[in-house]
């Protein structure tokens, strides 16, 4: 206990006592530092593969939509392109009047040839957009009414000749 009382060697074992102190917490730092940056790699090691597993699955999901939208974009082509059996009955419903109409009336083929014409010069310019798309989509039928030529009050008396060949 002598030596205790000596102010050297009290200082020099204080000194001692706290840099053994010291070291320790150092040490204990260090290895609990160390054990955070493994954990912290670990952590971002794993953020990352969620990330990237995240981001391959939603680059598939991608893949498979284009995939689904060239499809249907396909699909609606060719569905445009297709002439349903129902509309082309139709068509060949209207071509056997039309050559029926030639045949029995003689003043049809000039006047349907006018008109026809006229038709096709009317859907070229909607098809070219100098008609508006709502007039030729959305009631065809009242947008282009025909005009009605004003009657006409003669006071000539049918011809007998026409009655008598409408009653045969």
Do not use: C
Not at 21 to 50: C, D, G, P, T, Y
Not at 76 to 87: F, G, I, P
Not at 110 to 116: A, G, I, K, N, Q
Request: cysteine-free; proline content about 5%.
């Amino acid at each position: 206990m002598e030596l205790l009382n000596n102010p050297l060697i009290a200082g020099v074992a204080g000194l001692s006592i706290g840099l053994i102190f010291a070291f320790i917490v150092m040490v204990s730092s260090w290895l609990k530092r160390r054990s955070l940056e493994k954990e912290n790699a670990s952590l971002l090691r794993n953020h990352i593969l969620m990330h990237d597993t995240g981001h391959k699955a939603l680059s598939a999901e991608l893949e498979g939509l284009k995939k689904q939208n060239e499809n249907l974009r396909i699909t609606v082509s060719t569905l445009k392109a297709k002439t349903e059996k129902s509309d082309l009955r139709t068509l060949h419903i209207y071509d056997k009047a039309i050559r029926l109409m030639i045949v029995r009336a003689p003043g049809f083929a000039p006047v349907w040839e006018s008109t026809l014409t006229e038709a096709e010069v009317e859907m070229q310019q909607v098809d070219t957009g100098m008609i508006a798309w709502i007039k030729r989509t959305i009631r065809p039928s009242l947008v282009n009414k025909p005009q009605q030529a004003p009657l006409q009050h003669t006071n000539q008396q049918p011809n007998p000749a026409v009655n008598t060949d409408a009653a045969r």
